[in-house]
């Protein structure tokens, strides 16, 4: 059985585990507040804001250095909603990547909001599947993600190497602008249609 | 009458053409050979691959000067099919806008496969209308294009001003990408649902 540790315990974090249970995993989840837990998952999410990260790394880096690493954020300037943090043309899963170079790092779940997970649709009133966009280097991580996200009934694609998370942040940013200008609500977004 | 002038004549040229004059735009195209055209459009759309525009605005850059013209363009480095060839966290709108500093650049068109302006759905099994992103930093502008494409039979959304067009690009990129290894098919990719 695939095993899970989920790091965070807000909206994106039930919403993942919610999928990754529905597939017959095994989560575990560890709270932010939480500094010296074990971590006993094969693949471990980082379910939180993209500043939180920074501490995980500083707590957890041993447990971290070899795991499955997943990294849901999108690194905005939430005073400016006009920019992103990480440095230009990077992206907050590289950066995560060189903190921890045995890792292997993913990009996933930052393009989908917390509902579409849920609701298994992208849109209120619509039919397209939600799908669950892969980045990675590891393609055997990449593979197995996507294996327990379609178990737990969404879609999933592998999207390029972990240079794409540098794309897939760039939608995650411009589909948050979209929603926090009521161009679409919350429950909708991007859906990949074949 | 809202009147159009198309550079081009490939794919996109003719459904951005058909999209417009089904919304009753009067639409001239000018192929990419002629270089001493009379525009007639109140909007310029440059419908061409990328690598073109240098030597439009070259030939055309007094009669483009104060136009609104709407950059359809992913600048891909297509050997590599691996990053784009403009500078880090710019985009080739923002390139145009430096080009011509009176113009009205608005970006739109980039995100859609032309498949998908002629049937007005994303994915051939698909209820999702196509929508146009339109980023750019004239409102009137960006309302006007807007509108064009909304009487046509598609939807239309303001992505933001023309630095979002950095955004849309990566969205373009990543779109390209799916469809060059696969993942989605040419008459499918990104649609937006409410």
Do not use: C
Request: hydrophobic share 50%; proline share 3%.
């Amino acid at each position: 059985m695939a095993s899970f540790t989920i790091f965070g315990t807000g909206n994106m974090a039930t919403a993942i585990a919610g999928v990754l249970t529905a597939g017959g995993a095994e989560v575990a989840h560890v709270s932010s507040g939480d500094t010296t837990a074990t971590i006993s998952g094969e693949t471990v999410i980082l379910a939180v804001p993209y500043p939180a990260i920074t501490e995980i790394v500083a707590n957890y880096g041993d447990q971290l250095a070899e795991k499955v690493i997943v990294d849901i954020t999108n690194p905005l300037n939430f005073e400016t909603f006009d920019e992103l943090v990480v440095p230009v043309g990077s992206s907050a899963a590289a950066e995560l990547q060189r903190a921890l170079p045995a890792a292997k790092v993913l990009k996933a779940f930052n393009t989908n909001f917390a509902a579409t997970l849920a609701s298994g649709k992208v849109g209120e009133a619509s039919e397209t599947v939600t799908t669950v966009l892969i980045a990675g280097d590891d393609a055997a991580a990449k593979s197995a993600l996507g294996a327990a996200v379609t178990a737990g009934g969404l879609a999933a694609v592998d999207a390029g190497s972990l240079k794409r998370a540098h794309e897939l942040e760039s939608l995650g940013f411009l589909q948050l602008t979209l929603a926090a200008s009521e161009k679409i609500s919350w429950a909708g977004g991007f859906g990949l249609n074949n």
